[in-house]
């Protein structure tokens, strides 16, 4: 079973909206107690399609899972409990600290005008590597960090596809984080469900 979901319903609620500086003022921390942290939520069987116009990509991710529009033109994607403790400390609540998986869609800009390769070498870090990756058709750079170093390093950490669409005239990057490993293997199961915006060859889940 596959819902549908724009940019503009990514996050319900306009109090959520102004706690996390979605809203067309600045954020606003209001007195919050201690935060109640529900701990990660493990991912519905069903899913839904994230339409992300502004990047001209659809993302097809667990129903449960909630998006997150920052500041910056950056679109985060939690789990609910994450969610729920990330909006808690943006109005102001006090937490104690973890990590959390997300992944995270941003735009690099190519000022240069550099092809892809160019620009994905010149961007990424020394400890990063990057192989050729097709993404519903379109040539793509898939980047991999063997450790994240810190403290101890944890393989496999980080993984990004770096690939042009029609909608931003730099890259778009797609990202899987964690301080756990696995990630390049979740993302490229998160491409393998999702497409590009306009692209004749995508077909809907």
Known sequence: MTQRIRLHEIVAGATALVALGLGGGPAIAQPESYC?????????????????????????IPSNFRAILLNNGDVKIVDPGTYELLACIARGGDALGRGYAQTRVRTVENPDNLDL?????????????????????????????????????????????????????????????????????????????????????????
């Open 117 to 205: 390769r160019q620009l994905v070498e010149q961007t990424i870090r020394e400890d990063q590597t990057l192989a050729p990756y097709t993404f519903d058709g379109q040539q793509g750079y898939l980047v991999t960090q063997e450790s994240n170093g810190v403290p101890v390093g944890i393989p496999d950490a980080y993984a990004a596809l770096w690939v042009e669409t029609d909608a931003v005239p730099g890259a778009v990057v797609i990202s899987r984080s964690c301080d756990c490993s696995g990630q390049r293997d979740q993302l490229v199961s998160l491409l393998e469900r999702s497409s590009l915006l306009g692209n004749s060859q995508a077909t809907l889940p």
């Open 36 to 60: 109640d942290d529900p701990g990660s939520v493990e991912a519905a069987d069903t899913t839904r399609d994230l339409e992300l116009e502004q990047f001209g990509v659809e993302l097809t």
